[in-house]
């Protein structure tokens, strides 16, 4: 798609809230008040008038009934005009870059001048389930689903199921994605002493971050009945330990290597994944853990996508100008490096150079696949992540690990990163935000600082 360019599509100020950990401070506040709250917050920030909406998309990864389109739902619950239009989109962990995507594709065609482009998840409500057909009589109405509650686990047709399970598993592969990191983990030889090191760094440069008052600048505190739920991000002070006692990292159990699951065990049911790799006695050692994995969490984040000339109009704050946006397939079972590929194509589109990227958000959904991604990017196209990350032009103020992973809000969170690290860093021109998503697909979204 070509991109104006005498009147840009551009990203005006944003904000979200803090992000919560999983059956913790948030665990209470459903998807649609999360997202309501952040709406409500965008608009009092940017003192915008709700009537020049005249769109809404959301990514959302969980979506269930209780909000069916949730973008829809925000739009009615928040005040918005009944008339505004809004859709959500679900790509799994890079939904809220679709939704920006998404937005940018509607002022292009004409269909929208203002969007409100937004990312929610609520990981604590997801919801247990009972799957089958109603054709099934144990499932043919609630009446008797109840009355065959205590024989559902064993009836034939009927599986009770964890959505969170089962969305964290490719359902191709069949490998779940902390499975995923530790494939990328041995096929590209990175030993768990520099996933700990790495994961220690993020932690420290998150938590240093929040000390000065950087995620001060875009989050809002989520209330009920008055009371103040969160007001800062959970994850970084109950992991604070992490960086004040680095030894602790190293102390956490591998994911992969237990009496259940043995990594033999790993390599027999997904070695033939592990491309060019054996399993060896006494040399191969799993490395994946809890603490260089990011955590489930909850929050929702939003910004404003409109063209320059009427961010101008309505005096909003324009962050940056839209310049390009690439979205990859790759394998499921590799999905963690995907940002390298997608990254390539949003900047032949842009027809920008890597090395003049100024400013990198990158997704940390595991160390692994982080160092994975430096490794492939380095080989594949001479795209040098590793100096990115030294230099600290790559996640300078931490990113999932240390933060966490509200899924469908991530590809937004990452956004207000890139915009508030152009603040801190006014001599900074070119920004890309970029990130994984379970199913094999990469999405990376390419920004030119006013």
Known sequence: MQLPKDDPIVVCDGIRTPIGQIAKSLSTVTPPELMRQTIVALLAKLKLDPKVINQVVIGWVGQDVQAPNIARV???????????????????????????????????????????????????????????????????????VKENWANLWNTEGVVVGDTIDQGLTDPVKLINMAGTAEVCAQMYDIPREEQDKYAYETFSRCLAAQKRGFYATHTFPVKTNGATLLENDEYPYLRESL???????????????????????????????????????????????????????DGAAAVIVTRMSRAKALKLPISAIVRSWGFYGNNPAHMGVSPAYATKMALDRADIAFDKLDQIELHEPFAATILSIFKVGK??????????????????????????????ATGIRLLLNLQYAFKENP????????????????????????
């Open 427 to 450: 001599s900074s021109k070119l920004g890309l935000i970029t990130a994984c998503a379970g199913g094999g697909v990469g999405g990376a979204m390419i920004f030119e600082r006013i």
């Open 243 to 297: 960086v004040t006692k680095p030894g602790l990292i190293n102390k956490a159990p591998v994911l992969f290597d237990s009496p259940a699951l043995t990594l033999k065990d790993f390599y027999n049911q997904f070695g033939g994944f592990i491309n060019g790799k054996k399993y060896e006695e006494g040399k191969s050692k799993a490395s994946v853990t809890l603490f260089n994995s990011c955590a489930r969490s």
């Open 74 to 144: 925000s739009i009615l619950k928040s005040g918005l005009p009944e008339e505004t239009s809004g859709f959500t989109v679900q790509n799994n962990c890079i939904s809220s870059i679709e939704a920006l995507a998404s937005a940018a594709r509607t002022i292009v065609t004409g269909e929208a001048d203002v969007v409100l482009a937004g990312g929610v998840e609520s990981m604590s409500t997801f919801p247990y389930t009972i799957q089958g057909s109603r054709s099934a009589k144990a499932l043919r109405s609630i009446d008797t």
């Open 379 to 408: 080989e594949k196209y001479g795209h040098n992540w590793q100096a990115k990350w030294e230099s600290k032009q790559l996640n300078p103020n931490g990113s999932s690990l240390a933060l966490g992973h509200p899924l469908g």
